[in-house]
């Protein structure tokens, strides 16, 4: 049985294409291949920097397709140039912490790239999750669109990316040459991995591949001349936050917080990663900062006040604003209407504008740091 079931996984791999190299198996991508009677699979797959990152999810979608396979397949992602592989498999699975996973997290992180033709790079990162951090991203990049300047929004959400359908746009990215060229909403070039993958596939990737796709979204995107990438991060610290570090030269980093103090903690920790790998915090945005009834007026805090204030006073860097609760901004959020346009004089779009404009004016003084990383 093993000898017709690997056979037959051979066979699917022959299937996978690789853009120039045929298919992956002519070109080498696969090492260690292993069938067993029970129908584990597990292999090394070696994913080079010319190597499109989004092969590892047809590998495996090919290979746990074949009769007699028993998912999920095991799969180690290794990059040929590098010692370090990581597990593509179930949370948990592998050995390793997925920050350290060929991100190099002990001695000094290799300095970023610098990137002229995107303007000022500004990640938009929170401590937690469900604090409104992508409605801030959106919003920000919508609001200095609106305001005249160049601007594009990378989604470097990779486990929710949430961009799409808060932007409502859900086509399929084209390509020109080896290039691909973004897709636009409300004057924002855009780009995330929710264009590229089935709407219910879940995102089960470490270290390596996550770098990779950072790195080819920085790099093999048409984006133009840009005055503005906003960067939505992803919660807490991890990865992403470092293979962005260490792939360009970040002017700055937001961080959103809710007024809680378990947020704020959270927060904290996250806005000291950034100052550690040598990106600059612009300053701190409060959401969810009480609630302004739309009939009279009156302002009302619903969770304990002030504590972007403190956050804020805390890492030595201003507070951009405070965002009031809103009826019915999830709903536009959700419809893919930036609230800055959907609901453009209400309390939240005009704190969101001020926002915008106090980050210009923070971010025109900075000057980009070497990332460093010490373990």
């Known amino acids: 049985m093993t000898d017709t079931l690997h056979s037959r996984v051979l066979a699917a791999l022959r299937g996978v294409a690789h853009p120039a190299k045929g298919d992956v198996l002519t070109a080498g991508l696969v090492r260690d291949l292993a069938v067993t009677d029970a129908g584990e699979v597990s292999l090394t797959f070696l994913l080079g920097r010319e190597d499109p990152a989004t092969l590892v999810r047809q590998v495996r979608k090919a290979v746990e397709g074949v009769a007699g396979v028993e998912p999920p397949a095991r799969i180690q992602v290794t990059d040929p140039a590098g010692p370090a592989p990581a597990t593509h498999g179930p949370p948990g699975a592998g050995a390793g912490a997925g920050a350290a996973a060929g991100a190099g997290a002990a001695g000094t ?10 303007g000022r790079i500004i990640a938009v990162s929170s401590g937690k999750g469900g604090v409104g951090k992508s409605t801030v991203a959106v919003n920000l990049a919508v609001a200095l669109a609106e305001a005249g300047h ?6 470097a959400d990779i486990y929710g990316p949430n961009v799409p359908r808060m932007m409502g746009v859900f086509e399929r990215p084209m390509r020109d040459g080896n290039q691909i060229v973004p897709l636009e909403a409300y004057g924002v070039k855009l780009m995330s991995l929710g264009f590229l993958l089935e709407r219910d596939a879940p995102v089960i990737w470490r270290g390596p591949i996550i770098m990779k796709v950072i790195h080819q979204f920085l790099h ?4 133009g001349e840009l005055d503005y990438l906003v960067v939505d991060m992803p919660p807490g610290t991890g990865d992403a936050q470092l293979s962005l570090a260490q792939t360009t030269k970040v002017t700055a980093a937001i961080i959103v917080t809710t007024p809680q103090v378990v947020a704020i903690g959270d927060a904290l920790r996250g806005a000291k990663m950034f100052e550690k790998v040598g990106v600059p915090v612009a300053g701190v ?4 900062s009480g609630f302004t009834c739309p009939h009279c007026g009156q302002h009302s805090d619903i969770f304990l006040s002030g504590g972007g204030q403190r956050l804020s006073e805390e890492l030595g860097v201003p507070l951009l604003g405070k965002i009031p609760l809103q009826p019915g901004l999830p709903d536009d959020a959700d419809l893919g209407r930036p609230i800055v346009l959907a609901q453009p004089g209400s309390p939240a779009a005009t704190a969101l504008r001020d926002i915008a404009q106090r980050v210009v004016e923070e971010v025109a003084g900075l000057e980009t740091a070497l990332p460093t990383v010490t373990g």
Request: charged share 20%; aromatic share 4%; no cysteine.
């Open 109 to 118: 992180a290799p300095g970023g790239m610098e990137l002229p033709h995107l």
């Open 150 to 155: 160049r601007v594009g929004m990378m989604d």
């Open 220 to 223: 093999d995107v048409a984006w």
């Open 285 to 288: 945005v409060e959401n969810m």
